[in-house]
């Protein structure tokens, strides 16, 4: 008797356990139509997530970065503010943006090589010391690091 109750408080607390692990990994949902792809642009660290960034823009993959990359309250705003709730519309201004000034996309590089690095739980920064006025900040939301752009958007665009 002893046996079966130590049995089913053992197997009972496996099955808490199991719920858990399975609520912890469950994959982030979807925004904007878009899947997290965790395997291919991983965001568990600071670093990680801007070589992410920088890896969805090398593939051309600007919904992506928006969409599972960037601050999502921030791009949730620019979307609703800026482009009249078209997702599909900041997409295509940014990704003419980057293809017309690739010199960004050089720095966030410059940012990720040479840059020295601050972190706490929630946020991180890059500075490099010859562009004192300038740094890449993320942030952690619910386990995930995201770029994060400290520009408000410009309700009269």
């Known amino acids: 008797m002893r046996f079966a109750v130590v049995f ?3 197997i009972s607390g496996l099955i808490m356990i199991s719920a858990g692990w399975a609520q912890q990994n469950k994959p982030p949902p979807a925004r904007y139509g878009i899947e ?3 395997d291919n642009y991983p965001q568990a660290e600071p670093k990680a997530a801007l070589e992410s960034v920088l ?3 090398d593939k051309k993959k600007i919904d992506y970065l928006l969409a599972q990359l960037s601050d999502p309250k921030w ?3 620019w979307v609703q503010k ?3 709730g078209k997702f599909e519309d900041m997409v295509k201004e940014t990704t003419t943006k980057l293809a017309s000034d690739p010199t960004e996309v050089e720095e966030l590089r410059r940012f990720l090589r040479e ?3 601050e972190a706490n739980d929630s946020d991180a920064r890059a500075t490099l010391k010859d562009i004192p006025d300038r740094q890449v900040s993320l942030r952690k939301v619910e386990g995930r690091w995201y770029l994060e752009n400290q520009k408000k958007p410009d309700k009269g665009k």
């Open 8 to 10: 089913m408080l053992g």
């Open 36 to 38: 997290a792809d965790l």
């Open 55 to 57: 890896k969805a823009i």
């Open 75 to 77: 791009v949730d705003s």
């Open 82 to 84: 800026v482009y009249g």
């Open 115 to 117: 840059g020295t690095w």
